[in-house]
């Protein structure tokens, strides 16, 4: 049997369905504002870099003056930083994670989401316990896909070095450049918010239902220690 060793998940877009929060949080303030809604197809496409990057998008696609945006952002994260009503664990997420921590495996998050609403939809679908690190959005000056919020992550795992022995599961391009930046191997999540072909991402493996994920995961692991030297 493999070894386990630690494996670290990105949030929104792999083990949760967020962007109908986001959605609503983002066209409540445009509304205030008397600026027209965006569609949820547009929204979901802006997540992925965090709530800055989103606003630069949404500021960008409604022709915002930038001089109000300190002020949108704070409309904003009043709304978000507890917005769970429209969000969805992904089919299969939480059995899976149980099954992994059950393995033995040591779970951590790395998201570009802020800390204060990361912590409160952990805590509503009843992760937090699953999860005993997390590295948010907020948490390091840098954000994915600067590999030091996962460094962070993985070395309070107990996973450090050049290359360590762990695994980062995420379903975007900010995942996908920030694990091949550690370097670590990347299991992609099919069914998140990435806009890029698959092929054109670095990855180690990809998944379309969270079913799949530890027989995927135990493959992988066996995969790198025959090839390790
Ligand atoms: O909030 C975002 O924009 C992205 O969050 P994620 O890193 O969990 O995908
Ligand atoms: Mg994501």
Same mark, same amino acid.
């Given at each position: 049997?493999?070894?386990?060793?630690p494996?670290?998940?990105?949030?929104?877009?792999?083990?949760?369905?967020?962007? =109908?929060?986001?959605?609503?949080?983002?066209?409540?303030?445009?509304?205030?504002?008397?600026?027209?809604?965006?569609?949820?197809?547009?929204?979901?496409?802006? *997540?992925?870099?965090?709530?800055?990057?989103?606003?630069?998008r949404?500021?960008?696609?409604?022709?915002?003056?930038?001089?109000?945006? =300190?002020?949108? *952002?704070a409309? @904003?994260?009043?709304?978000?930083?507890?917005?769970?009503?429209?969000?969805?664990?992904?089919?299969?997420? *939480?059995?899976?994670?149980?099954?992994?921590?059950?393995?033995?495996?040591?779970?951590?998050?790395?998201?570009?989401?802020?800390?204060?609403?990361?912590?409160?939809?952990?805590?509503?679908f009843?992760?937090?316990?699953?999860?005993?690190?997390?590295?948010?959005?907020?948490?390091?000056?840098?954000?994915?896909? +600067?590999?030091?919020?996962?460094?962070?992550?993985?070395?309070?795992?107990?996973?450090?070095?050049?290359?360590?022995?762990?695994?980062?599961?995420?379903?975007?391009? @900010?995942?996908?450049?920030?694990?091949?930046?550690?370097?670590?191997?990347?299991?992609?999540?099919?069914?998140?918010?990435?806009?890029?072909?698959?092929?054109?991402?670095?990855?180690?493996?990809? @998944? +379309?239902? @969270?079913?799949?994920?530890?027989?995927?995961?135990?493959?992988?692991?066996?995969?790198?220690?025959?090839?390790?030297?």
């Amino acid at each position: 049997m493999n070894r386990p060793c630690p494996i670290v998940f990105d949030l929104d877009g792999t083990l949760i369905d967020s962007a =109908p929060d986001i959605h609503a949080c983002v066209n409540a303030v445009l509304r205030e504002n008397d600026i027209a809604p965006l569609p949820l197809d547009r929204v979901r496409s802006f *997540i992925g870099g965090g709530v800055d990057l989103l606003w630069t998008r949404v500021i960008a696609a409604c022709a915002i003056e930038p001089v109000h945006r =300190p002020a949108l *952002i704070a409309a @904003f994260m009043a709304r978000y930083h507890d917005a769970t009503a429209l969000t969805r664990l992904f089919p299969g997420a *939480i059995e899976a994670l149980g099954r992994l921590a059950d393995a033995g495996h040591p779970l951590g998050l790395c998201t570009n989401k802020p800390m204060a609403p990361t912590r409160v939809v952990l805590d509503h679908f009843g992760l937090s316990h699953l999860m005993p690190v997390v590295i948010g959005g907020d948490s390091l000056p840098q954000r994915k896909p +600067d590999p030091a919020p996962l460094r962070l992550a993985l070395a309070q795992l107990g996973a450090t070095g050049d290359a360590p022995r762990a695994l980062y599961v995420g379903d975007s391009e @900010f995942d996908a450049h920030c694990a091949a930046a550690v370097p670590v191997p990347f299991l992609i999540y099919s069914k998140g918010y990435r806009m890029t072909p698959i092929d054109e991402l670095p990855h180690q493996a990809v @998944f +379309d239902h @969270f079913d799949q994920l530890p027989g995927l995961v135990a493959a992988t692991i066996a995969g790198s220690d025959v090839s390790a030297p």
